[in-house]
Antibody, heavy 126, light 107 residues
Framework: QVQLVESGGGVVQPGRSLRLSCAAS????????MHWVRQAPGKGLEWVAV????????YYADSVKGRFTISRDNSRNTLDLQLNSLRAEDTAVYYC???????????????????WGQGTLVTVSS | AIQLTQSPSSLSASVGDRVTITCRAS??????LAWYQQKPGNAPKLLIY???TLESGVPSRFSGSGSGTDFTLTISSLHPEDSATYYC?????????FGGGTKVEIK
């Protein structure tokens, strides 16, 4: 069955970098769109980034554009998120999430997340 | 970016009640809307996609409706395990956003 396991979270100072990883099993990453979604403590959900199934396109929320980079290692079936120039407002639980489809609208169906990891906490603090 | 406004932000209802949550989009998103349930300490769970299609394994007391800018999630008969926060999510122009959430409590 589908399983997503995030790792790499921790405490980091403002301005520094961190790399998150999501290990996927039970399906092939390169067959589906993959997303990162975050949730600040006690707050709602915020979509962060998407990579299309074939890796041809990546899109980011305005709040992280130019600072975060989504990538994928097909050989290890892992999804990564590089977080640079971190700010206090980036403090959140970061979830990787599998798209039901390719990461864009296809066949009348648009992106939604049918499987989620357990999340990894990133705390940005001096 | 498209904004999603959920109402109410919280509600309290009794077991067996019919519960309705609304989600309004700032622009026409056709049927590109999903609903999620999140319980404390857990990742969200997909309930509805395509505005009205029930995800496999989700109880039939959950239903979704709407298109364009106005959408509704309905729980036909509230169960104790439905106590959670519910989020809508949209997709348009390759970007996604979530609504602010609706916390449902059991009286």
């Amino acid at each position: 069955q589908v399983q997503l396991v995030e790792s790499g979270g921790g405490v980091v100072q403002p301005g520094r970098s961190l790399r998150l990883s999501c290990a996927a099993s039970g399906f092939t990453l390169s067959s589906y769109g993959m997303h990162w979604v975050r949730q600040a403590p006690g707050k709602g959900l915020e979509w962060v980034a998407v990579m299309w199934f074939d890796g041809t396109n990546k899109y980011y929320a305005d709040s992280v554009k130019g600072r975060f980079t989504i990538s994928r290692d097909n050989s290890r079936n892992t999804l990564d998120l590089q977080l640079n120039s971190l700010r206090a407002e980036d403090t959140a639980v970061y979830y990787c999430a599998k798209d039901r489809g390719p990461g864009y609208c296809s066949g009348g169906s648009c992106p939604s997340f049918d499987h989620w990891g357990q999340g990894t906490l990133v705390t940005v603090s001096s | 970016a498209i904004q999603l406004t959920q109402s109410p932000s919280s509600l309290s209802a009794s077991v067996g009640d019919r519960v309705t949550i609304t989600c309004r989009a700032s622009q026409d998103i056709a049927s590109a809307l999903a609903w999620y349930q999140q319980k404390p300490g857990n990742a969200p769970k997909l309930l509805i996609y395509g505005a009205s299609t029930l995800e496999s394994g989700v109880p039939s007391r959950f239903s979704g409706s709407g298109s364009g800018t106005d959408f509704t999630l309905t729980i036909s008969s509230l169960h104790p395990e439905d106590s959670a926060t519910y989020y809508c999510q949209q997709f348009k122009n390759y970007l996604l956003t979530f609504g602010g959430g609706t916390k449902v409590e059991i009286k």
